[in-house]
């Protein structure tokens, strides 16, 4: 697989060039999050891999915010941020879309306030 280019197609895509061409609405983006040399896109409907950096993604998504190091959520599709009922220093963020249903992730307090501080 090789590394894929990246770019912003009138403020409303987000087109993906590699083996093949693929172009994302970015208000479908829910979150996106890195894992070695690949990204991971997941969608109202799908979930796309390719070869690239979050640095290279994000510099073209203006409302997510960086959960962690690599990954980072659609501000829109946050529904709420509560404390873990088995650890007081976790949080649980879940993200949610009418169509897929919730997905969910455990934060450390530290980056629930920095999440909270960015909405």
């Not at 963020?93 to 530290?110: F, I, K, P, Q, R």
């Amino acid at each position: 697989m090789e590394i894929s280019t990246i770019m912003l197609d009138s403020d409303v895509f987000l087109t993906i060039k590699s083996t093949e061409y693929r172009q994302i609405l970015i208000r479908d983006i829910i979150s996106v999050q890195t894992s070695g040399k690949y990204v991971t896109i997941q969608t109202t409907g799908a979930k796309f891999s390719f070869i690239s950096s979050m640095k290279e993604v994000s510099k073209y998504l203006v409302n997510f915010i960086k959960v962690d190091q690599g990954f980072i959520v659609n501000r829109y599709y946050i529904r709420s941020l509560t404390r873990s009922p088995k650890d007081s220093d976790k949080y649980m963020l879940v993200m949610s879309d009418s169509a897929s249903g919730n997905y969910s992730t455990e934060v450390s307090s530290y980056l629930a306030k920095k999440v909270i501080e960015q909405l």
